[in-house]
């Protein structure tokens, strides 16, 4: 099955500065890669997702893009404010096993200092 | 506009207690159903799915069922809890295929249950 790492684990900027999050994904036919951001105590909520056939997609301070060849891709968010601090995931769909399933990583702490 | 309800919102439980979690959705149909565990400062463990009434499929081993008694419900059980049963329960939702939205899943509020 699909198997997603998540770098870094946890990450603090400066506010205004900017922040990227890594992940690499293992099934090559996956073709769905959304990102997530929790809040403390909260569920998580769709920030961003791209599709196989896009290599960058963009809105407003957050941009993701895709490397299919080397199958990853990558979360990027400028001029960090501090209700930036959450968790993201990211996530990615193969098209084995069935079900539709998201393969989650594990998740990166955000924290931007004031 | 979909909406996805849990509850209850939290849950404190004995050990050997039964469990009985429900999630709802609303605005849609035949949707593809999943329950997520998330243990405190983890990531989220997919522990079933649900592609349609009475389909349950189990992605890991322990000592939960899942049921789909109606299109739109998803029941998570357990006869007996066990410490390591606590945690933050998450129901998410995927539109049926064709939608133009079908890729997208969406997460429910969550039950936190803690085992005692």
């Known amino acids: 099955g699909e198997n997603v790492e998540q770098h870094p ?3 603090s900027v400066q506010e205004g500065d900017s922040a990227v999050i890594k992940c690499t994904y293992s099934d090559s036919a996956s073709n769905y890669f959304p990102w997530y951001k929790q809040e403390l105590g909260k569920r998580p909520q769709l920030i961003i997702d791209i599709r196989s056939n896009v290599g960058e997609k963009k809105d407003q301070r957050i941009a993701v893009t895709l490397n299919k060849t080397a ?13 930036d601090s959450a968790v993201y995931f990211c996530a990615a769909r193969g098209l084995t ?3 539709n399933k998201l393969t989650f990583g594990t998740g990166t702490q955000l924290k931007v200092e004031l | 506009s979909q909406t996805i309800h849990q509850w209850p919102a939290t849950l404190v439980q ?9 999630c709802t959705v609303e605005g849609t149909s035949n949707p593809n159903l999943y329950w997520y565990r998330q243990a405190a400062g983890r990531g989220l463990q997919l522990l079933f799915y649900s592609v349609g009434i009475g389909q349950i499929s189990s992605e ?3 000592n939960l069922s899942a049921s789909r008694p109606q299109d739109r419900q998803f029941i998570l059980s357990s006869k007996k809890l066990l410490l390591s049963d606590s945690g933050f329960y998450l129901c998410a939702w995927i539109p049926p295929w064709g939608t133009g939205a079908d890729n997208e899943q969406f997460f429910g509020p969550g039950t936190r249950l803690t085992v005692l």
């Open chain 2, 14 to 22: 004995p050990v050997g207690s039964p469990l009985s979690l429900e």
């Open chain 1, 9 to 11: 684990s946890t990450l």
């Open chain 2, 60 to 62: 890991v081993p322990q």
């Open chain 1, 97 to 99: 096993g069935g079900g």
């Open chain 1, 71 to 83: 199958k990853h891709f990558s979360l990027h968010i400028t001029e960090t404010q501090p209700e």
